[in-house]
């Protein structure tokens, strides 16, 4: 067991949180308030090959591992868990499903530029009574001729009205359920497919959330991604993957909150002192490093398991768990240490509250990352 970087990890860290401190933290608060989704962040990430990490070169990625990953996500994220979830999505829940089961055309055609970051993607599978209940997915897919007729309404698609390319999860038969959905490509121009509402949320407001709607949308048969019918476990798998990217956020989040913590409460002076020299300030400082230490330990461990290609789906359901909840924890602990100013937009700490909450959300809720976890117990 080795709890050192390699030099590879350490330098992409130390080249990420440069970029990461110098470029997306000065304009987070303002993407944030403005609800701007940061295409020129995301198009430098991109070059700097941060959208198809965990990729072979040959198919346009960086061929990094998945630590390095996970310290890439957690870096942007400390700056703007906006910026961490839309790598995060690209990287995890489009290229990484593309590379496991797509054929050699269409790892030509799709991965290429995804993972090169010149095309951004999105992952649409929930809708408004399939959520937790994957199973339930309602929209259709029908083959006629040489094409798939796609009908249904998606919701909460991360990048979904900014995507060029969106990995779509439809039913092609009702009748078997979670065994009748499959998996397609569907690219941005197809007709009948539009870009629904935006969503208006209360965190993470520089990645858009939206509504996407298929209107008889047809789309050529070789976009099928798999075999039908093996939909929902593409989608487990992939959310295996996206999860440590969420746990990744998390992380990123809860450090910020610490991090200005630390800073505020060696600044703020109450009753003559600064407060950073109250015993209760400290107690709270410790409890938070503690705990995204741990966080952040559960995060490198089911990365590395990856890395050996060893299942890994109770490992990353309880990385996302435990460090969603510590982002929420620290982020509550980081406002009252600020107090007054905590509750302000002036200060980031806010910002983070906000951005945490989704964390115990998307990608499975802390229930159902409950539910993964006690089933791999009891099986
Ligand atoms: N990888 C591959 N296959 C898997 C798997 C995994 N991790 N987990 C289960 N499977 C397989 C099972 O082996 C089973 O196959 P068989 O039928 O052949 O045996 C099949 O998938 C169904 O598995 P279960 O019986 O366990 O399924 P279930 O219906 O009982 O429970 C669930 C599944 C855990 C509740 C699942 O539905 C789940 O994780 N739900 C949450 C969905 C979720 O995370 N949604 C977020 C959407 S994306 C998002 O947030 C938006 C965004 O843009 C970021």
Known sequence: MDFKY???????????????????????????????FPKDIVAKLAELGFM???IPSTYGGSELDA?????????????????????????????????????????????????SGKKLGAFSLTEPDAG??????QATAV???????????KIFVTSGGDADTIVLFASTDRSKKSKGISTFIVEKDTPGFSPGKK??????????????????????????????????????????????????????????????SIEYSKQRKQFGKVICEFQAIQWMLADMATEIDAARLLTYRVADLKDQGIRY?????????????VAMRSAIKAVQIHGGYGYMKEYPVERNFRDAKLTEIYEGTSEIQRLVIAASLLR
Not at 12 to 26: C, G, S, V, Y
Not at 70 to 98: D, F, H, M, R, Y
Not at 132 to 137: L, M, R
Not at 143 to 153: C, K, M, P, R, S
Request: aromatic share 4%; charged share 25%; glycine share 8%.
């Open 6 to 36: 390699s030099e590879e990890q350490e330098i992409l860290r130390d080249t990420i949180r440069d970029f990461a401190q110098k470029e997306i933290a000065p304009v987070a608060a303002e993407l944030d308030a403005e609800a701007r």
């Open 52 to 54: 198809g990490m965990m």
């Open 67 to 115: 630590v390095c990953y996970v310290i890439a996500v957690e870096e942007i994220s400390k700056a703007c868990a906006s910026t961490g979830v839309t790598v995060s999505v690209q990287n995890s829940l489009v290229c990484q499903p593309l590379l496991d089961h797509a054929d050699e055309e269409q790892k030509k055609k799709f991965l290429v530029p995804l993972a």
């Open 132 to 137: 937790s209940d994957i199973a339930n997915v």
């Open 143 to 153: 083959l006629e001729g040489d094409h798939y007729v796609i009908n249904g309404t």
């Open 199 to 260: 969503e208006n949320k209360m965190g993470m407001r520089a990645s858009g959330t939206y509504e996407l709607v298929f209107e008889n949308a047809r789309i050529p048969k070789e976009n099928l991604l798999g075999q039908e019918g093996e939909g929902m476990k593409i989608s487990l798998r992939a959310l295996d993957g996206g999860r440590i990217g969420i746990a990744a956020q998390a992380v990123g989040i809860a450090q910020a909150a610490l991090d200005a």
């Open 313 to 325: 789906t109770k490992e990353a359901a309880m990385a996302k768990l435990y460090a969603s909840e």
